[in-house]
């Protein structure tokens, strides 16, 4: 039988001694590239990382007694970014729908190659693919952070980077 | 050679973002914020929202002994708490303070990480710092802190009113305040708890009644015992009692009298049936002729998101009347609350370092469905009710 009463997460162990000041002076700045690669638009990027900065700062009470606050931070950007870049997606959708026949131009692919191929990546894929190229993440690391299994965490990531290399047109090396 | 381009691009970002994000305004602009008002975390709670702090509350609302959030700089005046003890309870006075007015149709948001016990956001919203915190009809409320219940009266005064050790269950571990029925057992004013107690083959969880009015509790009217499933809610209106139940995949209601005897009414779910349908949260309205319930087909789930029918059950001829559909997403239900007219639900869902609380829900079963809206404050709601409902 699951007990249901109501309990405090146990923190007793690998309390973090991090002031939120030191926290966000260190995590921010990557937060902002994960954003960036997660939600293909550099623009929004410091105000996705923000936002989840400002989530961490009002809940820091809790999240500083978490073993990995930083896992917390990154999960808060990623489904953020996720959302925007649907938010972003539709919205344009919805401007092309309004716009007068060739009045608005259509959307254009970004300069980098790179980034077009990891813009079409399905989300999870894109945040495990920029996980490891951004912070070099292990799989266990990555699948705490969006909290899958390790094996899940794997497809992803080589489903990913298989996706990428087969856009750029060149063979996968893993 | 792939490998290496996207290598490149990705150490391209980040040295942009190394050269080009500035880091001290923003960091400013967040610590600036929480200086300025009167509790650190008061910014984030609700935009414009009117701040009333009950300072003195904390004497009860927080057990002693334990981490206080620290006192903001501007703290409100704190009064002198003068006690007196009688062998129930003990009553402390908060002095020049005062609580918010609670109307029907407003909601209480408990959350233990709040800096101030209370606070309001918005014209609706109340948030106390506490685990639970469910309204006493009168203008006041009573709260969960850890396994204790404290009663905050109307006047800004609160007692202390029951500890887990108290009751006198066997081996209890656990206690949760489910709500408070004010037309059982004769009584103004009854609390709503489940216990948990035992270990391994010995757990066990009851639903029990404790008498504000006479300061005393009632051994528990329903039990389940190891490997039967838990209790996900109960809920007691006019002398029946509800009870939500779940085990090993199935969910299924089962209906009592408040004394504990079963109940012959039309079931929406009993556990003999088997369909592939996910139930929770059964909560009888004010005068206990209704029904309301959240019911999901796991089928339905579609990328993750869960949708979820609100449903409204006529209990004296066993119909669903009204049907509200939306979708949690990747939260899961962690407590509805239902007044007659609006219902309000508490959403959670697990994270690796445990459970985070979202914003409840909240709607109204009106002619024009209303909702349901995103509340300001995370935390457990409840529904403010009128006195004598």
């Known amino acids: 039988m699951e007990g249901v009463m109501v309990t405090e997460p146990d923190r007793s162990a690998g309390l973090s001694a991090d002031t939120f000041e030191a926290f966000y002076r260190r995590e921010y700045p990557k937060m902002v590239a994960v954003a960036a690669a997660v939600s293909g638009n550099r623009a929004i990027a410091e105000d996705l990382a923000q936002d989840a900065m400002v989530r961490a700062h009002r809940h820091w009470g809790r999240i500083s007694g978490y073993e990995r606050p930083g896992a917390w931070v990154r999960r808060v950007t990623i489904n953020l970014s996720l959302s925007a870049s649907k938010r972003v997606a539709a919205e344009l959708k919805r401007l092309l729908r309004l716009a007068e026949p060739g009045t608005l131009p259509p959307p254009e692919a970004p300069d980098d190659s790179v980034w077009s191929a990891v813009a079409q990546l399905p989300g999870k894929q894109r945040a495990a693919v920029a996980l490891h190229y951004l912070e070099d993440r292990s799989i266990d690391e990555i699948a705490t952070i969006l909290e899958i299994s390790p094996a899940t965490a794997r497809v992803h990531l080589h489903r990913g980077r298989q996706a990428l290399a087969t856009t750029l047109g060149e063979a996968s090396h893993e | ?389």
């Not at chain 2, 007692?159 to 037309?183: K, Q, V, W």
């Not at chain 2, 066990?204 to 008498?211: C, L």
């Open chain 2, 1 to 389: 050679m792939s490998d290496r381009r996207i290598r490149t691009a990705f150490e391209h970002l980040q040295d942009d973002v190394a050269t080009n994000v500035p880091t001290a305004g923003r960091l400013a602009r967040i610590l600036k914020e929480s200086r300025r008002l009167p509790r650190a975390s008061l910014a984030f709670l609700g935009g414009a929202a009117v701040v009333l702090v009950a300072g003195a509350i904390v004497f009860l609302l927080r057990p002693g002994g334990q981490s206080v959030p620290p006192v903001a700089e501007t703290a409100s005046t704190s009064s002198t708490a003068s006690t007196s003890t009688t062998s129930a309870s003990t009553t402390t006075e908060v002095g020049a303070t005062s609580l918010p007015d609670l109307l029907p149709g407003m909601v209480l948001v408990a959350n233990p990480s709040l800096d101030s016990d209370v606070v309001t956001s918005g014209p609706a919203t109340v948030g106390v710092a506490a685990d639970r915190a469910v309204s006493d009809g009168k203008g006041g409320f009573f709260v969960q802190r850890g396994n204790t219940v404290s009663w905050v009266h109307a006047n800004a005064s609160a007692e202390s009113l029951l500890s887990l050790e108290d009751l006198g269950a066997i081996d209890p571990t656990g206690l949760r305040l489910e709500g408070a029925t004010r037309n059982t057992f004769g009584t103004t004013n009854s609390l709503v708890l489940i216990i948990a107690g035992g270990e391994g083959e010995q757990r066990y969880e009851e639903v029990w009644f404790y008498d504000v009015d006479a300061r005393s509790s009632r051994k528990g009217v329903y039990h389940t015992g190891a490997y039967e499933g838990s209790i996900s809610r109960a809920s007691v209106e006019r002398g029946v009692l509800v009870v939500t139940r779940r085990a090993e995949g199935f969910t299924w209601f089962e209906f009592y009298t408040a004394a504990g005897r079963p109940l012959d009414v039309k079931n929406p779910k009993s556990m003999d049936e088997t369909l592939p349908v996910y139930v929770d949260q059964g909560v009888l309205s004010p005068d206990g002729t209704t029904l309301v319930f959240l019911e999901s087909n796991f089928a339905a789930s579609v990328d993750g998101g869960w949708p979820m029918d609100l449903v409204v059950w006529n209990l004296a001829d066993g119909t669903k009347t009204r049907r509200v559909s939306f979708d949690l997403g990747d939260w899961t239900v962690d407590h509805m609350d239902y007044d007659g007219l609006n219902f309000v639900v508490g959403r959670q869902r697990w994270r690796t370092d445990g459970l985070e609380d979202g914003a409840p829900l909240l709607g109204t079963l009106d002619e024009d469905v209303q909702g349901p809206t995103e509340l300001d404050l995370s935390g457990w709601p409840s529904l403010v009710r009128d006195d004598g409902k």
